[in-house]
Nanobody, 113 residues
């Protein structure tokens, strides 16, 4: 059974930074692409960033230049470094093994002064 556990969310002021982590159990991590998604109240879940098994990255236009996704296969962990945060980044952030139904429980990110 694969489990994903996110951490690193919290309350931050506009312009601040946070780093989210997603630790995966199981031995399949390195073979799969991983994604970070977010869901704000009343909105659909959206893809924020993705990283392939070969470390190719993709970003939503709204976060390009501000967010960086990375992975450490030795630690079975994927990260999302978020800089220059804006109030509109407020959401619950989830990690996902791409093209599977494996999701973490989510971590709340709130950007507010």
């Amino acid at each position: 059974q694969v489990q994903l556990v996110e951490s690193g969310g919290g309350l931050v002021q506009p312009g601040g930074s946070l780093r989210l982590s997603c630790a995966a159990s199981g031995s399949i991590f390195s073979a799969y692409a991983m994604g970070w998604y977010r869901q704000a109240p009343g909105k659909q879940r959206e893809l924020v960033a993705a990283i392939s098994s070969s470390h190719t990255t993709h970003y939503a236009d709204s976060v390009k230049g501000r967010f960086t996704i990375s992975r450490d296969n030795a630690k079975n962990t994927v990260y999302l470094q978020m800089n220059s945060l804006k109030p509109e980044d407020t959401a619950v952030y989830y990690c996902n093994i791409r093209k599977t139904n494996y999701w973490g429980q989510g971590t709340q990110v709130t950007v507010s002064s």
